[in-house]
């Protein structure tokens, strides 16, 4: 594991150093607007990696977590770049084959005029944000329920229980939210989805203002499946019968506080750069899997069994257990025990 993390910090400091260099010469000159819409080709590159490889604990592993770390910088870079010409491109009319250019001038006042009117709209959107309210009725038939949770960047947050299936308030300056629920009477479950629509993450004095307060019922088996492109998610799933939870996220912080309801849950994160928290019973026994290279973790009263793996003492003799797998780089890792 740490010669895999030296080579993936070496690898990062030869490219940036060759790159430079190359710069400086004069013999690189890219216009990155047109390379960075194609970030996703080196999750390719790594995903093929990872699937012919025949040793994913030495070279291999290093260059995929390079990979997929260079891929999320290429990612939010090329965001970032994207927002910036979207709001300031060139101002430019059609008409058959003629194509006239406005002057500096001309175009000075287009951008001035452009940048006024989304102050302006920004500024409404965020004093008069867009509210929803979601809500499904408990059948007595439900035993196992499914929530579907997908924000490309945002806040969830379990508040409470609910006499009511599920229930959400939410609330945005920038996008809208939609759900839906679909029922399985033949094998009693049911799926509920709560879906962000895309848009830019925003912020209202310092608080990301895309956010959904949910409450859930306490009577059926949850499986809770949340990929969140950035922000935070805070749940407080003690008071309900967790079967799994499944998270995938970029850029993120959640905190994630498990009960003893169910005798056996899966917990499977996959990050990017993010600060991960999960809180178990200290009753339960708990194994931990750590995938990935730069991963900083915190597993007090945790004992290592193998190269990536972590148990607590007695994991085997506890019938209630909780598992957890980590996939990702430069991820904060904390699990402790209440």
Known sequence: MRSSKNM???????LLGV????????WLDLDWGYILPYWPILLILAGIISIFSQDN?????????????LAIVGGIANRKNWKYSDRRS????WNGDNMPFLDEDELDEERLNKDEEYRRDRSLRENNPRKGYFSYDMESAINKATLNL????GAFVLEESTNKLFEAHTSSSVVNFLSNKKTNLENNNTEISLKM???ELSFKNGKVSNEAKIKLNTTPIWNIDMGIGAGKGDFDLSKFKVESVNISTGVANLDLRLGNLHDQVQVDVEAGVASIEIQVPRGMGCEVTLNGAMNSKSLKDFQKVDSDIFRTEGFDQTSQKVRIRFEGALTKVKVKRY
Not at 8 to 14: D, P, S, T, Y
Not at 19 to 26: D, H
């Open 57 to 69: 604990r030495g070279a291999a592993k290093a260059v995929v977590s390079l990979l997929i770390i």
């Open 197 to 199: 629509e895309e848009g």
């Open 8 to 14: 993936v910090i070496g690898g990062m400091l030869l």
């Open 150 to 153: 997908e924000g490309g960047a």
């Open 90 to 93: 060139w101002n430019r009319s």
């Open 19 to 26: 790159a430079w260099l190359l710069r400086n010469l004069g």
